[in-house]
């Protein structure tokens, strides 16, 4: 058995305000050190809500565990170029098949041709089209995972453009029809093969539409 880290580390980023705050010096004599977090539900490794986009939708503590934590099949996408579109028949001829109702990750490894705390990272990704979101539901996953700002607009957003919902594709497409989103995983590359365990449980925050989650991937199991 191999655990495999998928999960980017909470630390202060050029795109979300993170802060973490100590109190308590256990060397200097206290009994405790005690952590304070603040830091964005949707930044880092995280898993949507449909509350993030819909109003009245389910909000986080009502995703189900068996929606995150499961069989997965891993696309290799790993020769994507920067900013390539992905549409369907891509995501179909990297498909490794299965049944429906399994966890989908889409590795392009892209944390390897750009650095996840650049904007590089997020400005030359590539994105996924209408298609290839629809194409997704069509497997009828419990959720789909991603290893890069799947939606095109992402890029968009941190020049603080206005964008068309529609074209946020996956949160359209996806997330509108109960499909969880698992966003911004890194070290895919490390993944052996097409299939897995994905873990990917979101901390349980009473009517928050999105938490941080530490994913990983377990190896040598019967997925």
């Not at 939708?57 to 996408?77: H, K, N, S």
């Not at 996924?128 to 939606?151: C, G, I, K, S």
Request: with cysteine; hydrophobic share 45%.
């Amino acid at each position: 058995m191999r655990i495999v880290d998928l999960s980017m580390p909470i630390t202060p980023h050029f795109r979300w305000r993170t802060r973490l705050s100590v109190t308590g010096d256990v060397a200097a004599g206290d009994q405790f050190r005690v952590s304070r977090l603040d830091a964005s539900c949707h930044g880092f490794t995280h898993v949507d809500a449909p509350a993030h986009c819909f109003a009245g939708a389910p909000t986080i503590e009502a995703t189900p565990l068996e929606r995150v934590v499961g069989p997965c099949r891993v696309l290799d996408l790993r020769d994507a170029r920067p900013e390539q579109a992905l549409d369907a028949p891509r995501l179909a001829a990297a498909d490794p098949g299965g049944p429906e109702g399994e966890i989908l990750l889409l590795s392009t490894a892209w944390d390897r041709q750009r650095d996840w705390t650049s904007p590089e990272f997020w400005r030359h990704a590539p994105w996924l089209t209408r298609d290839a979101a629809e194409w997704l539901l069509a497997r009828r996953p419990a959720a789909v995972a991603f290893d890069f700002p799947q939606d095109h607009p992402i890029r968009l957003l941190l020049d603080g453009a206005q964008v068309p919902f529609e074209r946020h594709v996956t949160h359209d497409v996806l997330l509108r029809a109960g499909v969880t989103l698992i966003e911004y995983l890194v070290n895919t590359a490390a993944l052996a093969g097409p299939r897995t365990v994905l873990c990917a449980a979101p901390l349980k925050i009473p009517d928050a539409d999105g938490a941080p989650a530490r994913v990983f991937a377990i190896e040598g199991i019967a997925a």
